[in-house]
């Protein structure tokens, strides 16, 4: 997810249904390590969806913590995609009202 990409399935928009969000968070570029860990350095994929994930909770959960909680890509995912798409349709609700 990269906001500087001229790609749109690489950004989330206000506007995008949530299949739209859960489509794009199950196309990032993850590796082939099963074994999730906050590794920014050599893991920047998957560093980058912890990242979001954690800033989408809001709730003092750091990126290490969410890495624990996942058996696998499919796992983290889906949790940074649900996050994301209730932070978006809260957004788009109050600012359709």
Not at 15 to 39: L, P
Not at 64 to 87: H, I, M, P, R
Request: charged residues 30%; aromatic residues 6%.
């Amino acid at each position: 997810m990269s906001k500087s990409d001229s790609n749109s399935s690489s950004t989330i928009f206000m506007a995008d249904t949530a299949d739209q969000v859960r489509s794009k968070f199950s196309r990032a570029v993850t590796d082939s390590d099963r074994h999730i860990t906050y590794d920014p350095a050599n893991r920047p994929g998957v560093a980058n969806l912890l990242r979001i994930w954690s800033g989408a909770l809001d709730d003092g959960t750091t990126p290490e913590d969410l890495a624990k909680q996942c058996s696998g890509a499919k796992d983290l995912k889906e949790g940074v995609s649900e996050v994301v798409v209730k932070l978006v349709q809260g957004i788009r609700e109050k600012y359709d009202e």
